[in-house]
């Protein structure tokens, strides 16, 4: 048992366009969020510099995303919606978690050996120490529940090594300081500063596949815009990816034992029930046995209801890119007095400040 304030604090990168997956596996339960906790959302444009992309890139991303977060329910007047470089002590505490965090724990990273490849001498450090930003973006408020998707879990864990080893390595500062919290570690109650935060992951849409390869998740940098459904896509756009989304010859199954050797299929059906907020059984139960060229159509029409709002407002709010920027700006505001307090103990601590 701990007795950190509950806060859910979650970010997503301003690289490419958002998609169904992004939407069933992330934004929509950042909306549900709201009604049981104390939410902070955060387009991470600090992270996106790893790719390189363009400052028009990189702005229109951000007021995309911003977009896309007020356009899905998130309510910025009663939580916190703002772009992460506003808000500078994200970055600050990102260095002290640099000289926190090992070589070893971010050599670890499997998603810096897959975007690194075989060049790794040329990858940047940035993209290396990636997982350090991240702890400190959640860190800053000591946030002590993120919403993740399975391929971002094992940088979660690692905010939790660097929580646990600043805790470990100031433990008689922050104990001499009186700024230690009680937490649980295994059987035993200690102080410390910041919390081991847990992961969010449940739900039957954590992770959404490729519409091309049941077997890739579906990805807002793949080649081919077949392969996803965007979030500004128009209701044509929508049907007609659906229609071309890659199956196989045989009916649905009658049960999800019946998916084994059918990644598409199985996906399709998937994305029926996230949308329908409903279970692969029960949609089983309604199209089993039944040929794609009725399922698609069925699926099609799901897909344009739920989306078709969402799409809407967000080119609306797009189109008023001065009102993102004001919401950025106000939520950055409020974001920044709650980091610089974490700021400020994290100095005393650390011997940075009296």
Request: proline content about 6%.
């Amino acid at each position: 048992m701990s007795s950190f304030e509950p806060l859910v604090f979650s970010g997503v990168q301003p690289t490419g366009n958002l998609t169904l997956g992004n939407y069933l596996g992330a934004i929509r339960k950042f909306v549900a969020l709201q009604d049981t906790h104390d939410c902070i959302y955060c387009v991470v444009d600090l992270h996106a510099l790893t790719v390189n992309p363009s400052p028009k890139e990189l702005t229109d991303g951000t007021r995309s995303i911003a977009a896309a977060f007020l356009a899905s329910g998130i309510d910025p007047v009663k939580h916190i919606v703002f772009n992460q470089s506003r808000v500078h002590q994200h970055a600050e505490l990102a260095w002290i978690f640099n000289c926190v965090a090992r070589m070893g724990w971010l050599n670890r990273m499997t998603q810096f050996k897959e975007k690194a490849g075989k060049d790794r001498e040329n990858a940047s450090v940035g993209l290396f120490a990636y997982p350090a930003l991240m702890a400190a973006d959640i860190l800053a408020y000591r946030a002590t529940h993120v919403p993740v998707g399975d391929d971002q879990k094992q940088h979660l864990e690692l905010t939790r090594d660097i929580a646990q080893k600043f805790n470990n390595d100031y433990s008689s500062d922050i104990a001499g300081l009186g700024l230690g919290v009680p937490m649980q570690v295994g059987d035993e109650t200690v102080q410390g500063f910041f919390p081991l935060t847990e992961p969010l992951i449940e739900g039957p849409a954590t992770r959404i596949m490729s519409l091309r390869d049941g077997t890739k998740k579906m990805s807002k940098s793949d080649p081919s815009d077949l392969s996803r459904i965007n979030l500004t896509d128009t209701a044509d756009d929508i049907a007609k990816k659906i229609r071309k989304a890659k199956t196989d010859p045989e009916p649905l199954p009658g049960g999800t034992d019946g998916f084994e050797g059918r990644p598409e299929a199985e996906n399709l059906v998937n994305i029926y029930a996230a949308l329908a907020e409903t279970t692969k059984d029960a949609v089983l139960g309604d199209f089993g046995g039944q040929p794609f060229s009725v399922f698609k159509p069925a699926l099609a029409e799901l897909a344009v209801e739920k989306l078709s709002p969402i799409a809407d407002e967000m080119r609306r709010l797009m189109a008023d890119p001065g009102h993102i920027d004001s919401v950025l700006a106000s939520g950055a505001e409020r974001a920044s007095v709650r980091a610089e307090k974490t700021m400020v103990d994290v100095k005393r601590i650390v011997g940075l400040s009296a």
